[in-house]
């Protein structure tokens, strides 16, 4: 008979001294998803060979924060989290003062040599980590002055975003927020009285937007109004989609986004470009490997052994969904243009960095769950 501890690693690996003392640390279904994702963007939105060696550096650096992130135990996530946080807030603090405009938003710091981040991405992982260290030693479901902390915690740095100004990012946080809050168990009829509130300030909204904030809004509804203005967009997005028909034209053979019609598309309208190119199918091909990283991401924390880690894999999860979701349906004009990339596919560093960061802690997480 073969000895228990072989018996129960023999579907995986052999259990050796070396295996036992360094553990594996990368969640390799999820590692593998999100690599695919990856594949997608370095593939479909520019065949320029600068372009495409930024992006791969800029993935590699990405990358390299994950493995980093997961290798490092999750007591060590709680103890710091409110310091990471802190200091997340007082970049954000810095931007109207030291930050940098482009495409008319002060949005940006700049460091020495020329490297820019936004704060605000940076906050994606620092927000779930705040209201998981909050929650942490906190009784569940919690009491209203617990709620009223969180929301403190998402509030603050959202306040800030829209000040930037920022929209997008603001309502997408404090979208990943709420969820945490409700996720953590608060009862039914706070979040129907908060709903109903929402719902009656919602007029409010109109009254503190900017004005092209509002023009998006109106050219949601009806983009041929201004079809060669604020309707652009929108117009050009949804005709390179619907051109590309089942299988596509073709790497490349794409009109409207290679003869730049189509705005933005390595960025906020990539998807446009890969249903141009790739049609339905390779549209779908992305959807699926989305849904299957954040069906593993949610496996992961319901699977955490304790409080911070079940919110902090859940917020980092549906931080990405939310983007994932608000990106596809602004493309398809289900939602205003709002600025929001699509994960790991539209070029971008710093939001790569944050995302593959969060999904590090996520692994490790998954990896320390007897912790």
């Excluded at 802190?86 to 482009?102: S, Y």
Aim: aromatic share 10%; net charge positive; with cysteine.
């Amino acid at each position: 008979m073969l000895d228990n501890r072989f018996t129960r690693h023999m579907p995986w690996q052999p259990v050796t001294a070396a295996a036992r003392a360094y553990p594996q640390r990368l969640d390799l279904p999820l590692l593998l998803f999100l690599l695919a994702i990856i594949t997608f963007g370095l593939i479909i939105p520019s065949h320029a060979q600068d372009a495409f060696v930024g992006q791969v550096l800029r993935m590699g650096v990405a990358l390299g924060f994950m493995v980093a992130m997961a290798h490092v135990h999750p007591r060590w996530y709680l103890r710091a989290a409110p310091f990471i946080y802190l200091g997340c807030l007082a970049l954000l603090i810095a931007v109207p003062f030291f930050g940098i405009v482009v495409n008319g938003s002060r949005r940006w710091l700049e460091l020495p040599g020329g490297i820019r981040f936004q704060p605000s991405e940076l906050m994606k992982v620092a927000m779930p980590l705040a209201v998981g260290w909050y929650l942490n030693t906190r009784r569940l479901p919690p009491r209203l002055t617990h709620v009223v902390g969180c929301l403190a915690i998402v509030a603050v740095p959202a306040l800030l975003i829209a000040q930037q100004p920022d929209l997008g990012t603001t309502a997408l946080l404090s979208a990943a927020g709420l969820f945490l809050i409700v996720l953590s168990g608060v009862r039914w009829r706070w979040i129907f009285a908060a709903g109903a509130v929402a719902a009656a300030a919602a007029p409010a909204l109109w009254m503190v937007m900017r004005e092209y904030q509002r023009e998006r809004v109106r050219t949601l509804f009806d983009p041929e109004r201004d079809p060669t203005g604020a309707g652009w967009n929108i117009i050009q997005s949804t005709t390179a989609i619907g051109s590309g028909g089942v299988f596509g034209k073709g790497l490349d053979q794409g009109t409207q986004s290679r003869l730049d019609f189509l705005p933005e598309a390595n960025t906020d309208f990539v998807i446009a470009v890969i249903g141009e190119e790739l049609g339905l199918i390779g549209v779908t091909s992305l959807l699926l490997v989305y849904v299957a990283a954040l069906a593993r991401g949610l496996y992961i924390a319901t699977t955490a052994s304790d409080t911070f880690g079940r919110l902090v894999a859940s917020g980092v999860t549906l931080t990405f969904f939310l983007y994932v979701f608000v990106n596809i349906a602004m493309v398809c004009g289900l939602l205003p243009v709002v600025g929001a990339p699509l994960p790991l596919v539209s070029y971008g560093g710093t939001s790569a960095i944050s995302i593959l960061a969060g999904f590090g802690i996520v692994m490790s997480i998954q990896t320390h769950r007897n912790w």
